[in-house]
Every structure is written in structure tokens, then in C-alpha cells.
Nanobody, 124 residues
Framework: QVQLVESGGGSVQAGGSLRLSCVGSGRRDSFVCMAWFRQVPGKERERVASIRSDGRSSYTDSVEGRFTISKGNVKNTIDLQMNDLKAEDAAMYFC??????????????????WGQGTQVTVSS
């Protein structure tokens, strides 16, 4: 059974940094796509960044240049380095992964495995 577990959320002042981590298990091979999504109450879940198993990554415009998604040293782990955090970055952050074959574009893929989320709070 595929399982994703996030860690690293917390509270930070605007302009500060946080690093989120996600550990995936239950799959012998590498997930083709892994991603970070975020959601605030009353709004749709938003893809923040995604990374393919070959290292190709993409970001939503609002975090470009401030956030960096990377693959961990252990298979099926990813990190999200968040710098210069803004109040609008506050949300529940979820790790997600695709289950299946190759995906041409991870930013458009359907993610079917999800973690429980980790809360990020940004105070101004």
C-alpha cells in the first residue's frame, strides 16, 4: 500500500524559510511524478511544485524563484525548500504522487496517492 508522510511544517514570520519533506513507501519502483500541493479552507487545492523521476521540475507562478523542489537521497522522497515566505503561502501542504507509468508532464498529471498534510503558518 502506497503511503506518503510529510514533515517540516510550522510557523514562521514573513520573509522566513521552511523546508518540507515527504517520504513515500509501498512502491518498489520510483514514483514517476511527485508533487507538493497546498490548500486553504474554502479554496481548491493548488499544485505548488512537481518533480519527475528524471529530475524535471515545475512550479506554479506564485512560488517561482522562492521555492525549490528536490528529490531526496532516498528513493521516493522529496523536499520543498520555501524561502521568502509570504502570508499568502500559509496553507496545509500535501505531498502527492502518481501511481502508474511514465508521465510527459507532471504539472498536468493526475495524482492518486496523498499524504495527510503538514500545516504552514506565516505571520506578518
Amino acid at each position: 500500500q502506497v503511503q506518503l508522510v510529510e514533515s517540516g511544517g510550522g510557523s514562521v514570520q514573513a520573509g522566513g524559510s521552511l523546508r518540507l519533506s515527504c517520504v513515500g513507501s509501498g512502491r518498489r519502483d520510483s514514483f514517476v511524478c511527485m508533487a507538493w500541493f497546498r490548500q486553504v479552507p474554502g479554496k481548491e487545492r493548488e499544485r505548488v511544485a512537481s518533480i519527475r523521476s528524471d529530475g524535471r521540475s515545475s512550479y506554479t507562478d506564485s512560488v517561482e524563484g522562492r521555492f525549490t523542489i528536490s528529490k531526496g537521497n532516498v528513493k521516493n522522497t522529496i523536499d520543498l525548500q520555501m524561502n521568502d515566505l509570504k502570508a499568502e503561502d500559509a496553507a496545509m501542504y500535501f505531498c502527492a504522487a502518481t501511481v502508474g507509468g511514465w508521465k510527459r508532464d507532471c504539472s498536468l498529471a493526475t495524482y492518486t496517492a496523498w499524504g495527510q498534510g503538514t500545516q504552514v503558518t506565516v505571520s506578518s
